[in-house]
C-alpha cells in the first residue's frame, strides 16, 4: 500500500522560509513522477513543482526562483524548499506521485494517483 505523509507546514510572516517533507512508502518513489501540488479553500488544486524519475524538475510561473523540489533517494522522502513566502502562498500543501516516469505525462493534478493528507502554510503579511 502507498502512502504519502506530509510534514512541515506553519505559519510564518512573509519573507519566511519552510521546508516541506513527503515520506513515501509502499513504493520505490524514485521510479515515479512526484509533484507538490497546492490548494485553497473553495479553488482547484494547482500544481507548484515536479520531478520526474530522472531529476527533471519543473515549477509553476508563481513560485520559480523561490521554491526547489528535490529528493532523497536513500530516505525515500520528498522535499520543498520555499523561500521568500509571499501571503499568497498560503494553501493546504500536497504531496503526489503519478504512475510513470516521467512529469510529461501528468500535466494535471488529476493524473496524480496517490496523494498525502496534505500539510498548512500560511503567510501572514
Known amino acids: 500500500q502507498v502512502q504519502l505523509v506530509e510534514s512541515g507546514g506553519d505559519s510564518v510572516q512573509a519573507g519566511g522560509s519552510l521546508r516541506l517533507s513527503c515520506a513515501v512508502s509502499?513504493?520505490?518513489?524514485?521510479?515515479?513522477?512526484m509533484g507538490w501540488l497546492r490548494q485553497v479553500q473553495g479553488k482547484a488544486r494547482g500544481r507548484v513543482a515536479r520531478i520526474s524519475a530522472d531529476g527533471t524538475t519543473t515549477y509553476a510561473e508563481a513560485v520559480k526562483g523561490r521554491f526547489t523540489i528535490s529528493k532523497d533517494s536513500a530516505k525515500n522522502t520528498l522535499y520543498l524548499q520555499m523561500n521568500a513566502l509571499k501571503p499568497g502562498d498560503t494553501a493546504m500543501y500536497y504531496c503526489?506521485?503519478?504512475?510513470?516516469?516521467?512529469?510529461?505525462?501528468?500535466?494535471?493534478?488529476?493524473?496524480?494517483?496517490?496523494w498525502g493528507q496534505g500539510t498548512q502554510v500560511t503567510v501572514s503579511s
Open positions: 503526489a506521485a503519478a504512475g510513470f516516469k516521467s512529469c510529461e505525462y501528468a500535466p494535471l493534478p488529476t493524473d496524480y494517483a496517490y
Open positions: 509502499g513504493v520505490t518513489y524514485s521510479g515515479f513522477c
